[in-house]
C-alpha cells in the first residue's frame, strides 16, 4: 500500500492496495519428503497395475481351462428298439426285446469309466425287461460306444395283462415304451479319478404294428440326470 501523488495540497493522500507475491523459501527436507511421497505413488501404481494385469491374465487362463475341463455328462441316443413278437401272433413267454443305444463322450480330454450298467425295459411305468451289462469299460474322449442287446427269456417279465393292452396299443398304430439306463461312472482328467457319479437315461420309444421302432424316434436324445 503507498499513498497516491494528490494535486491539490488541502486533500488527504488516497492509498492504493496492490498484490505482491510473497516468496516462500521451502528447505531441503521438504523437497526431498515431496519427492518421496511422489515416487512412493508412482511406485505403488506400477505395482498395482502389475498385480491387476497378472490377475487378469490368470483368471482368463483358469476361465479357457474351466470351459476345456469341465466334465459333460454323457450324451444317450437311441438308435433302435423293436418287439417283433407283437405282430406274430405269439405270447408273452416267447417275446424278445431288442434294444441299441449309443452313449457319446463329448468332452475334449476327459475319459469316462463306466463301472456299472443296468438296461431295462418299461411299459406304462412298469418294468417289462432288465439287464445288467456285465462288462465295465473305459470311454476315450471324444468317443462313441454302442449299447446293444437283447430281453430274452427270464430276462423278459411281460405278464399276460400287460401283452394283451400292448395288441390293443397295436390295434390303435403305436405302442409306447421306454428304455432306461443307470449307470455309475468317474471322469478321469489326466491321472485324476472323479468319485462315482449315478446317471439316468430315459428314453421314450413307440413301436409301430409290426413292432418295429417308428422312423419319429430314431437317433432321439434321451434326457440324462445324475443323482
Known amino acids: 500500500m503507498y499513498p497516491v501523488k494528490m494535486d491539490n495540497a488541502h486533500e488527504l493522500p488516497v492509498y492504493v492496495d496492490q498484490d505482491h507475491p510473497v516468496r516462500r523459501h521451502h528447505s531441503a527436507r521438504y523437497y526431498a519428503h515431496h519427492i518421496k511421497e511422489s515416487l512412493t505413488t508412482r511406485v505403488s501404481k506400477v505395482v498395482c497395475t502389475i498385480f491387476l494385469t497378472l490377475l487378469s491374465i490368470l483368471g482368463i487362463i483358469a476361465f479357457i481351462l474351466w470351459l476345456g ?28 426285446i431288442n434294444f441299441n443305444v449309443t452313449a457319446r463322450n463329448s468332452n475334449q480330454v476327459i475319459g469316462i469309466f463306466y463301472d456299472a450298467i443296468q ?43 400287460q401283452w394283451q393292452q400292448m395288441l390293443d396299443d397295436r390295434s390303435r398304430g403305436t405302442v409306447v415304451f421306454r428304455v432306461e439306463l443307470t449307470a455309475r461312472i468317474r471322469f478321469k482328467i489326466w491321472s485324476w479319478k472323479s468319485k462315482h457319479h449315478r446317471m439316468h437315461a430315459n428314453c421314450p420309444v413307440g413301436v409301430g404294428q409290426d413292432g418295429m421302432i417308428l422312423v419319429g424316434y430314431i437317433d432321439k436324445r434321451c434326457p440324462e440326470y445324475f443323482n
Open 119 to 161: 438296461m431295462a425295459a418299461t411299459y406304462q411305468e412298469q418294468s417289462i425287461g432288465n439287464s445288467q451289462l456285465l462288462t465295465p469299460f473305459y470311454q476315450l474322449p471324444k468317443n462313441t460306444t454302442v449299447l446293444a442287446g437283447t430281453f430274452s427269456g427270464p430276462m423278459v417279465t411281460v405278464t399276460g395283462t
Open 69 to 96: 475341463l469341465r466334465p459333460h455328462r454323457p450324451r444317450i441316443f437311441l438308435h433302435d428298439f423293436s418287439i417283433p413278437a407283437i405282430s406274430q401272433g405269439i405270447g408273452p413267454e416267447s417275446a424278445q
